[in-house]
């Protein structure tokens, strides 16, 4: 298993998600070959798109709730894959799913991701809901142990365990009421680090394009019967600007991290994927006059650091030349 440490940051959520960049290694196609320069501009390009479709959401949430927009937002972005499809011919040719169970499969899980990172955004300050979605990757890490028969030595285990000691800062349970959100962020991370998991290299063998198709079609009947007892439609043209930026800033970072990660190492992508935090931190405070708290800074702290460890020990565990103990 090879763990990115951009996997935390997929459309939307862990928000990804679908939103996802992981299925696709550095190194997965010979039309590529490492460029770490060109990967990390589009992985910038994808850290400020994620960061002004997190923006998008809260404002939208105003009027609507998280799940008619997320409703609308997969309704949006499968209006463009059909646009998309009737223009290029190319693209119906390639029209494929190898897999179909394992689409539908990894799309619901996306699906109720992206549900609860969006009721997440809504609830919680900008900092500490993007803090609690990098958890994925240490998540990742945990589950890979029953799921993909993956053996930990002393080191990762002990990333593993940091990143959980991170996130524990943040959440302070004990300190007071334990806060609903948080729990959605943490059960957001989880459910995208199991369609990672689950779906590993999918987008690679049917390709990014019909990968994105089947997670948006699933998010849509996932999300639509949820929606319908809050369903509203917008009456104010700067909520539907809103929408619009949140469709078109998922699809955009959708596409910069698949091609952040053909283009580039996965390791040197990983710090430059956590940048999120530094433009969502700035843009609650200013925009929303939202300040990190303490806790938040640490906790986020630790569970970047575990994260980035642990991409790093996969980095060095793959290099078929060393024989190096977990």
Known sequence: ???????????GFAMAAPDIAPDVAPTSSPRYAIDNARGAVWMLLSVVTASVMTL???????ELDSRVIVALRSIGGLGLCLIALALAPRLRRELRFSAPWLHIWRGALLGCSTQLGFYTI???????STVLFFSAGIFTALLAIP???????PRRGGAIIAGFAGVLIVMRPGAEALDIAMLAAIASSVLFALALLSSRGLATHDGAF???????????????PLAAPVWDIPDTGWVWGALGVIVLASLVRNIADIQAYRWAEAAVMAPLSYLRLVFIAAAGYFVFDERPDIYTLVGGGVIIGAALYIAQRERLLARPAKAQKR
């Open 56 to 62: 998008g959401v809260r404002w939208a949430a105003v």
């Open 1 to 11: 298993m090879r763990l990115d440490a951009g996997a935390a940051t997929a459309d």
């Open 122 to 128: 809504v609830n919680l300050p900008l900092a500490t």
């Open 147 to 153: 799921l993909q028969g993956e053996r930990i030595g």
């Open 210 to 224: 019909n990968a994105y198709i089947s997670s948006a079609v699933m998010t849509a009947l996932v999300s639509i």
